[in-house]
């Protein structure tokens, strides 16, 4: 059966990637049309990347049917799977996001502490309205979300938007296991990995090559100074102490709230040197588009796995590849909870693996948490839940419960002033929040 896919965000230089994810898929995952989405302030980008995209189908001779629009709900009907990788505010939005909490003397970071809030607050009215243009329009179609915080996001729109068939994704679980398969010089096939946790907070708790346990020998990798960091991320290495006696595969998000003044101190003097991630990231995705206006260029740039994101269509493709076949394999993705986590609500959204079937994932069951991660996780899911609140209630309060209950945050005296500061920068994605917010 012929595939349709609608991509929202379609002008991202992300594109290239799932598109080249769903050519090399061709013979399992039948996708015969494609569209890509976006907005009017993102058009020249859409039509760059639609140029590059009909140019890599074209020269890998695939049947497949591209076309791209603004027009978001012409461009749903009929579709089967709907991928969001959407940026509000774009990367101006995000440099506020790291500068501003810097400013402030707390982690700037765009899915982490009071960036990913803000980032949360412009994205989930966004894709609430996404997820009930797709429930009415074409609701047997899943919905899988890349965009970040997708925790967060994904537990909002399950919440709050009258479309369930919704999965969130995320490149980290799929980049730690393919380094540990480096690791381990092994193929990555043979390697499987127990993820526990949150998105951007999950931790391996075991790791096999053909149902023998190697965890040991992989923390013993990482404390020889090895490393599964994205290239949005300077890992800074880990202590042995750290690792033996955690006795899990830490993510390289971890180092935000287990190194939080030394990755507080890295953070500003790459922000005096350098600017902001997001500053660096411009940088990048220009000499990117300037790739992608080349007439000639009918493939992925190797430039794009300097995005932090890079390899996330791996993830999404393999998804909804698996879910059209019915596969039954397992993947790791952010799903509602159920019972699998005894510690967490049934209705929190978790990172945990599934098998993959044609009616969406089934969580493998982990039962209690270990009890070093348990409070860390728990108060996590409870500022996620509170920042899904906020974003929904637009109060004040909300969002100062929220900053209160974020680990990267809780100074009760200095919340006031960084949030009057965010909220006044990015006034004009926050609609939901009345103007006193601001004053």
């Known amino acids: 059966m012929a595939v349709k896919v609608v991509i929202i965000g379609g002008g991202s230089s992300y594109t290239p990637e799932i598109i080249e994810g769903l050519i090399d898929r061709q013979a399992t995952f039948p996708v015969r049309e494609i569209v890509l989405v976006d907005i009017e302030e993102g058009r020249e980008k859409l039509e760059i990347v639609g140029r590059l995209a009909e140019r890599m189908i ?47 003397g707390f982690i700037g970071q765009e899915t982490n502490g009071a960036g990913g ?20 329009i074409c609701p047997d ?77 992989v923390l013993a990798s990482l404390n020889a100074g090895n490393d599964y960091s994205p290239a949005n991320i300077v890992g800074l290495g ?67 796995e300097k995005r932090g994101g890079a390899y996330y269509s791996d993830a999404a493709c393999n998804l909804m590849d698996s879910i059209h076949n019915d596969r039954g394999d397992i993947q790791t993705v952010n799903t509602l909870n159920n019972g699998t986590i005894r510690d967490l609500p049934d209705d929190a959204v978790i990172e945990v693996n599934a098998v993959i079937t044609k009616s969406g994932p089934r969580p493998i069951s982990i039962g209690a948490l270990p009890l070093p991660i348990r409070g860390l996780i728990t108060n996590l899911k409870t500022f996620e839940q509170l920042a899904i609140q906020a974003a929904v209630s637009g109060t004040y309060e909300d969002a100062y419960l929220a900053c209160l209950m974020n680990p990267l945050i809780q100074d009760e005296k200095r919340i006031d002033p960084l949030l009057k500061e965010l909220f006044t920068a990015h006034e004009a994605y926050l609609p939901q929040f009345k103007k006193e917010v601001y004053s």
């Not at 919905?143 to 369930?164: C, M, Q, R, W, Y």
């Open 58 to 104: 074209e020269k890998a001779n695939a049947e497949i049917t591209l076309s791209w629009t603004l027009d978001r709900r012409a461009a749903l009907v009929g579709a089967d799977f709907v991928s969001t990788q959407i940026r509000v505010g774009g990367l101006k939005a995000r440099a506020l996001d790291e500068r501003i909490p810097l400013k402030h």
């Open 117 to 136: 809030l803000f980032k949360a607050f412009r994205t989930i009215p966004v894709l609430i309205d996404l997820a009930n243009e797709v429930a009415e």
């Open 141 to 217: 179609a899943w919905l899988v979300n890349f965009t970040n915080p997708a925790g967060i996001v994904t537990e909002a729109v399950l919440k709050h938007s009258s479309h369930k068939k919704v999965i969130g994704v995320c490149n980290i679980p799929f980049n730690m296991r393919n380094s540990v398969a480096e690791i381990l010089e092994t193929p990555v096939e043979r390697v499987a990995i127990e993820f526990i946790g949150l998105n951007h907070f999950v931790f391996g708790r075991h790791v096999w090559v053909d149902g023998v346990d190697r965890t040991n020998d």
């Open 238 to 304: 880990w202590s042995e102490s750290f690792l033996s006696s955690l006795g899990m595969l830490p993510n390289p998000y971890h180092q935000y709230y287990f190194q939080t003044k030394d990755v507080l101190k890295k953070d500003l003097e790459a922000y005096e040197q350098n600017g902001t991630r997001a500053e660096v990231v411009q940088q990048v995705e220009a000499q990117l588009f300037e790739k992608y206006k080349d007439v000639d260029l009918a493939v992925k740039p190797e430039e794009l």
